[in-house]
């Protein structure tokens, strides 16, 4: 295990000598052996060794004990430990992530804080599990050829150097090293929770893999790694390919149709989807679909436009498509707006409110209620059982929601007081109604009057970003 980690740590560039690395330790098997083996390394590879803990408030006394028994081991073995407490139920809540999303996003943020406190590089983690998981994770949310070159050895983000020295050490390898090093470990509750996505991957497709062939997890960790080599000369590709395609202004990126059709189709798409990204000034949630429908708006009519992720509109004109933001309607300080849904139709609609921007638009439907999202802040209501104008705003006396398909009424201060949700929350809840009644409450549930059915033709989607 030493010696192995040592030559992929060389070969890959990962830590120079008089570097920092800052050891990010949950407690867990991996972390822990990550910790150790950079502990038995420092003085043959002259680097200075520290450890980071982030406690994320979310299993109570359990989570504090992992960060008690981290400290304990840092201390054990003479390395400065530093340990964050973060709330991630709270963050959550108010960003309308889900768990294992904001806990992510804090955790990364503790470990920008620190890394760029220390001028130092994170050591994180991931192994050869991790990366054949974090493969079909890819795959399943239809990710492009960069998702699908699994975790690389080394990466930046936010101007932080991420080293990653287990990647090529399997589970197993890791286990075998602790027990015969005699170093225990703690146990994450949450890590067999299958409600977490990479959870159910890892307790229920990868067992399935291994039965059909014992080294599933290997092959797929060495087909990542092949697929990273190959997306690094499609990069170069891409980059080229864009100097010569893609214009981008203050407030607009420009594709020219006639260098766009030049290029093999594996690039057509990869710098579709580099358009999109950097029109949006973000890479997350643009999928395949997304650059499909970017494709084939070439071959449509000048004039012709769709809507994108994050308030992007695409328009063909002539011979070129110009992606672009809408201009959203501006906060005022007001706690009530009105929306006409028809607006919606010519393009999104973007409503900046005090603590978030909330968006509007329409979306044909195919009746499959399966596709219907779950997430609290995304609601789809059926566009032809709303009113042509409804009203965005907090909530008055008098206010009602429809409990069920038979119509029963239920106060939302009822509502509210039995789903215990606190006061000063309730006051800050963004509600879609029409008079009195209440369709949605933004971050919560949607009343049963305007729901989406199989029947459905047209949705009007709710999405609702907050802390912007």
Same mark, same amino acid.
Request: charged fraction near 30%.
């Given at each position: 295990m030493i010696k192995e980690t040592k030559e992929y740590i060389i070969k890959n560039n990962m830590i120079k000598q008089n570097d920092t690395v800052i050891a990010a330790v949950s407690g867990g098997a991996d972390s822990v052996c990550l910790l150790v083996v950079l502990d038995e390394l420092r003085q043959d590879l002259r680097f200075k060794l520290e450890a980071v803990h982030v406690e994320h408030g979310i299993r109570g006394d359990e989570s504090k004990s992992d960060a008690e028994y981290v400290k304990n081991l840092c201390r054990s073995i003479n390395i400065e430990c530093h340990v964050y407490n973060v709330d991630v139920p709270a963050f959550a809540q108010k960003s309308g992530m889900g768990l294992e999303e904001a806990a992510r996003v804090l955790r990364y943020n503790v470990f920008e804080d620190i890394a760029v406190r220390k001028k130092a590089s994170v050591a994180v983690a991931h192994h050869q599990e991790d990366n054949a998981e974090t493969v079909l994770f890819q795959m399943i949310r239809g990710s492009g050829m960069r998702g699908l070159g699994g975790i690389r050895p080394v990466s930046s983000k936010k101007n932080v150097t991420y080293i990653r020295p287990l990647l090529p050490v399997s589970r197993s390898d890791i286990e075998n090293f602790l027990e015969k090093k005699d170093? $225990?470990?703690?146990?994450?509750?949450?890590?067999?929770?299958?409600?977490?996505?990479?959870?159910?991957? $890892?307790?229920? /497709?990868?067992?399935?893999?291994?039965?059909?062939?014992?080294? !599933? /997890?290997?092959?797929?960790?060495?087909?990542?790694?092949?697929?990273?080599?190959? #997306? %690094?000369?499609?990069?170069?590709?891409?980059?080229?390919?864009?100097?010569?395609?893609?214009?981008?202004?203050?407030?607009? /990126?420009?594709?020219?149709?006639?260098?766009?059709?030049? +290029?093999?189709?594996?690039?057509?798409?990869? =710098? !579709?989807?580099?358009?999109?990204?950097? !029109?949006?000034?973000?890479?997350?949630?643009?999928?395949?679909?997304?650059?499909?429908?970017? *494709?084939?708006?070439?071959?449509?009519?000048?004039?012709?436009? *769709?809507? =994108?992720?994050?308030?992007?509109?695409?328009?063909?004109?002539?011979?070129?498509?110009?992606?672009?933001?809408?201009?959203?309607?501006?906060? %005022?300080?007001?706690?009530?707006?009105?929306?006409?849904?028809?607006?919606?139709?010519?393009?999104? /609609?973007? +409503?900046?409110?005090?603590?978030?921007?909330?968006?509007?638009?329409?979306?044909?439907?195919?009746?499959?209620?399966?596709? *219907?999202?779950?997430?609290?802040?995304?609601? #789809?209501?059926?566009?032809?059982?709303?009113?042509?104008?409804?009203?965005?705003?907090?909530?008055?006396?008098?206010?009602?929601?429809?409990?069920?398909?038979?119509?029963?009424?239920?106060?939302?201060?009822?509502?509210?007081?039995?789903?215990?949700?606190? !006061?000063?929350?309730?006051?800050?809840? #963004? +509600?879609?109604?029409?008079?009195?009644?209440? +369709?949605?409450?933004?971050?919560?549930?949607?009343?049963?009057?305007a729901l989406v059915s199989s029947d459905t033709k047209e949705v009007l989607q709710i999405t609702f970003y907050g802390g912007r």
């Open positions: 170093i $225990r470990y703690v146990t994450d509750s949450t890590n067999s929770d299958v409600e977490y996505s990479r959870n159910r991957i $890892r307790h229920e /497709v990868m067992p399935v893999l291994r039965k059909i062939n014992k080294r !599933a /997890v290997e092959h797929i960790s060495s087909a990542a790694q092949n697929q990273s080599l190959m #997306w %690094d000369y499609i990069e170069s590709q891409i980059s080229a390919a864009k100097d010569a395609a893609v214009k981008i202004e203050n407030d607009s /990126v420009t594709i020219d149709i006639d260098e766009f059709m030049k +290029l093999h189709p594996a690039l057509k798409s990869e =710098l !579709a989807k580099e358009a999109i990204c950097i !029109a949006a000034g973000r890479r997350k949630d643009i999928g395949s679909i997304h650059v499909s429908s970017l *494709i084939e708006l070439i071959d449509m009519q000048t004039g012709r436009k *769709i809507n =994108l992720p994050y308030d992007l509109t695409a328009r063909k004109s002539y011979d070129k498509i110009i992606l672009s933001k809408n201009k959203p309607v501006q906060n %005022d300080g007001r706690s009530s707006y009105e929306i006409d849904k028809t607006k919606c139709r010519e393009r999104p /609609v973007e +409503l900046i409110v005090e603590n978030g921007v909330i968006i509007f638009e329409i979306l044909g439907f195919n009746g499959k209620m399966n596709e *219907i999202p779950k997430k609290s802040c995304t609601k #789809w209501l059926d566009y032809d059982k709303i009113k042509n104008s409804f009203v965005v705003r907090k909530r008055m006396a008098g206010d009602y929601i429809i409990i069920d398909d038979m119509g029963h009424r239920k106060k939302l201060k009822e509502y509210f007081v039995n789903q215990k949700i606190p !006061a000063e929350q309730r006051n800050n809840m #963004w +509600l879609i109604a029409e008079d009195n009644e209440i +369709l949605a409450i933004l971050g919560d549930r949607s009343g049963n009057s």
